[in-house]
């Protein structure tokens, strides 16, 4: 996303007021979660999209976008509302690291319109494209080891939403809805575009001129298939295609305004020095939807599969597990080690072996690391399986089921989105043993913190204690199974030792 910048007035006191005008806040969500701003933003071609501006999330203090889709008249809306709620339900349940993060939706009705708004995350660093153009201009080439981690990350969010059951098509990838962060994390947006065309046929016509100029643009990202009868995944793998290859050689030149030829992406193609990165590509962007490789097929091409490090994998796990180690574990077990204690050894027969020890290991670098691992820019995509992902509540529901199903109100009930990383609690039973009362220390994985307390008795199972947290948005319906289990094994202890001290009196 770019953020289109006004004219400027010259002085600082044309900077304050500049600043004082896009930071005023025009509107409120119903929650007062998101406050909308004057500043807009560009992002891409988006069927339907009215408007798109800067907004503030102030319960967790960043900016997201707080996008707007306008129906002037009210007979149409209420025509397609179901399917609108659908689709929005849809986009709430996509949840991966490299796809831009659906916040949130709700509907606003007024007496002669109606309007759609929905929030999502704001990717300040920019596109791909902008990245791509930066690097060209100061006449560098691009990093072989980035363009394999930027491959495996987009294949990532790829194979997810293929995965899905039924699967989701993203038909609008480019290196324009593709964006990557400072720290090398690449996200895929305009993950509902395909929705959007299916759900506002006639969008199509908003902002034609624009539109036709971005078309010509891109048109060398879509499939020579696209829009000619049933899509499937073989359109998206196309567009990944021509992302690889454009961020190999940077730029593929196209002459004007025109469209990039197929003499231009040959061209492309040739000019990769690398053999195996030449047969990627090609493989992607074969004439024949039917011979195209999967995304699961493209993660295990010889170029990009390397058998994962000891290091990655322990990372993944402690990364799975955080809630169960102590806070702070990592920086007290690194200052508790001998720097010249031996970590590991390798030992050979014929000739001597090699010694690993901690003062190899740097605690910043590995603490980088594993905030890297977390933030999903070393996936474990060489484990990657082929039963389908958790489905969409909406995408599952048969259309008979799609009537039935209400919205009791215009904004869907909030739900925590942040993750759980570490637990503690602390259990009192009264002396009669009637009930307990029990204070619940959660770590989100923003590092914010959580404290919930309340009297158990000793009918409340656990299960049902997880239920009831997941019911209130204190915690992610994910993560119910692991609090379960957590609260469980506390509650199995404090028994124990209220038995042994029971028989010790």
């Not at 304050?16 to 406050?35: A, F, H, T």
């Not at 908003?206 to 036709?212: E, F, I, N, P, V």
């Not at 010889?302 to 994998?313: A, D, I, N, P, T």
């Amino acid at each position: 996303m770019t953020m289109s910048v006004p004219e400027r007035k010259s002085g600082s006191e044309g900077k304050e007021e500049e600043s004082e005008d896009e930071s005023e806040i025009l509107e409120e969500s119903p929650c007062g979660r998101w406050q909308k701003r004057k500043e807009q933003v560009s992002q891409g071609n988006v069927p339907g999209v009215e408007s798109a501006s800067l907004a503030m999330d102030t319960e967790e203090g960043v900016e997201v976008v707080w996008n707007e889709v306008l129906f002037s008249d009210k007979k149409v809306f209420k025509a397609q509302e179901e399917k609108i709620k659908e689709m929005f339900e849809n986009l709430m349940q996509v949840e991966h690291p490299n796809i831009v993060k659906f916040h949130k939706y709700w509907l606003d009705m007024k007496e002669t319109q109606a309007r759609v708004i929905f929030i999502t995350e704001y990717m300040s660093s920019g596109s791909l494209k902008q990245f791509l153009k930066k690097t060209k201009k100061n006449h560098k080439t691009m990093n072989v080891k980035a363009w394999k981690r930027w491959c495996t990350q987009i294949l990532s969010a790829l194979n997810y939403l293929h995965s899905c059951d039924p699967p989701i098509i993203h038909g609008n990838l480019t290196c324009d809805t593709i964006f990557i962060q400072h720290n090398g994390l690449i996200k895929i947006g305009s993950v509902w575009h395909r929705l959007f065309v299916n759900v506002f046929p006639d969008a199509s016509v908003h902002s034609k001129g624009r539109q036709h100029r971005d078309e010509q643009r891109n048109l060398h990202f879509f499939a020579p298939e696209y829009g000619a009868g049933e899509d499937d995944y073989s359109i998206d793998i196309f567009s990944f295609g021509i992302c690889a290859l454009e961020m190999a050689v940077l730029e593929i030149q196209a002459n004007g305004d025109s469209a990039v030829s197929k003499e231009a992406i040959v061209n492309a193609g040739q000019s990769l020095e690398d053999p195996l990165m030449r047969e990627f590509t090609q493989s992607c962007l074969r004439h024949d939807a039917n011979l195209r490789p999967t995304a699961h097929d493209l993660l295990f091409h010889r170029v990009l599969f390397e058998v994962h490090s000891l290091k990655l994998l322990a990372a993944h796990c402690l990364i799975n597990n955080q809630y169960l180690l102590p806070e702070n574990c990592v920086e007290e077990k690194t200052k508790s080690f001998d720097p010249n204690a031996v970590m590991a050894e390798i030992r050979h027969d014929d000739r001597p072996g090699v010694q690993l020890k901690y003062s190899h290991v740097s605690p910043l670098e590995l603490d980088k690391f594993l905030e890297d691992v977390k933030n999903g820019i070393y996936p474990l995509m060489n484990f990657a399986t082929s039963r389908p992902h958790p489905v969409p509540r909406a995408l599952s529901l048969s259309q008979e089921q799609v009537e039935t199903v209400k919205t009791p109100t215009p904004e869907p009930q909030e739900t925590e989105t942040r993750k759980v990383i570490q637990m503690h609690c602390n259990l009192e039973s009264n002396e009669e043993g009637t009930k307990t009362h029990l204070s619940l220390f959660l770590k989100m994985d923003d590092k914010l913190h959580r404290q919930l307390s309340c009297d158990i008795f000793p009918t409340d199972t656990p299960k049902d204690l997880a239920s009831e947290l997941v019911h209130y948005a204190f915690i992610n319906e994910e993560d119910s199974e692991k609090v379960a289990a957590f609260l469980e094994d506390s509650i199995s202890r404090h028994r124990v030792r209220a038995l042994a001290a029971g028989s010790n009196q």
